[in-house]
Nanobody
């Protein structure tokens, strides 16, 4: 059974830093692209960042480019989202997802999802 579990969310002040982690089990991790998405109250789910199976290709939403960094450690079945210079508009539930045949910033490209971790940024 595939499980995707996020951790690392929390409450921070604007300008501070958080690192989210996502560990996947029950799948061959290095065969999957990984993505981070977020959903703010009253809004749709937004693709934040993604990384291909090897870590050699990454993409970012324009809203986080230059502030967030995605990475992965295939030996640990884990992907990370380093979030610097956080803004109040980054407040959302952040979801991690695993995609078997591709990756990108669209929800439809992913097969397995975590339950989400809350990130709250106060001004």
């Amino acid at each position: 059974q595939v499980q995707v579990v996020e951790s690392g969310g929390g409450f921070v002040q604007a300008g501070e830093t958080l690192r989210l982690s996502c560990t996947a089990s029950g799948l061959t991790f290095d065969e999957y692209g990984m993505g981070w998405f977020r959903q703010a109250p009253g809004k749709g789910r937004e693709g934040v960042s993604c990384i291909n199976w090897s870590g050699g290709v990454v993409r970012y939403a324009d809203s986080v480019k230059g502030r967030f960094t995605i990475s992965r450690d295939n030996a640990k079945n884990t992907t990370y989202l380093q979030m610097n210079s956080l803004k109040p508009e980054d407040t959302a539930v952040y979801y991690c997802a695993a995609g078997r045949y591709g990756f990108g910033l669209k929800s439809s490209q992913y097969n397995y999802w975590g339950q989400g971790t809350q990130v709250t940024v106060s001004s």
